[in-house]
């Protein structure tokens, strides 16, 4: 599990969700998957309902994962996009920033490259996004007590505590 998570509130989903909407009508995919590394699913848009999502999910960060450490033997740090063709409908699956993956499940009705351009796009966006979402987590990693505060609170505390 990631020791940095990541919260992600409503608006973004919001925001999200619209472009993965956007994303499949463009491409005319059947369903688009958001997939954090660790294998949750972050949301989901299109025709899931016949799908188990969160199975899902989970195996195909383990496929990520694995074909991680195959990129690595072969002397590439990861691969960014991975394909699975089936006879009927197939997977494109793209990294999106450093934590999470885009997956797009279509058929027949449209093309490898149709779908490719608008995940390509869509992901650019998404990272956009969760780097936003990772600003206003963390506005000011060093939010401690200011140092004047600090040398004013111990002078107090030596006048109480004097011996």
Known sequence: MS????????????????????????????????????????????????????????????????????????????????????KKDHIHMSLVGERSILVVIFDDRTTIGMVRLYAKETAAELASIFEQVMAKSNPNATQGISTEFADLAQDKLDDIFHD
């Open 3 to 86: 020791d940095d998570t990541l919260i992600i509130y409503e608006e973004e989903i919001n925001q999200i969700e619209t472009l993965m909407s956007k994303m499949l009508k463009g491409a005319e995919a059947k369903c688009a998957l958001l997939v954090d590394k660790d294998g949750h699913l972050i949301t989901r848009q299109g025709f899931t309902h016949s799908l188990d999502t969160t199975a899902l999910a989970a195996l195909l960060a383990g496929s990520f994962a694995s074909t991680k450490e195959i990129a690595r033997l072969v002397g590439e740090p990861e691969f960014s996009v991975l394909f699975h063709q089936g």
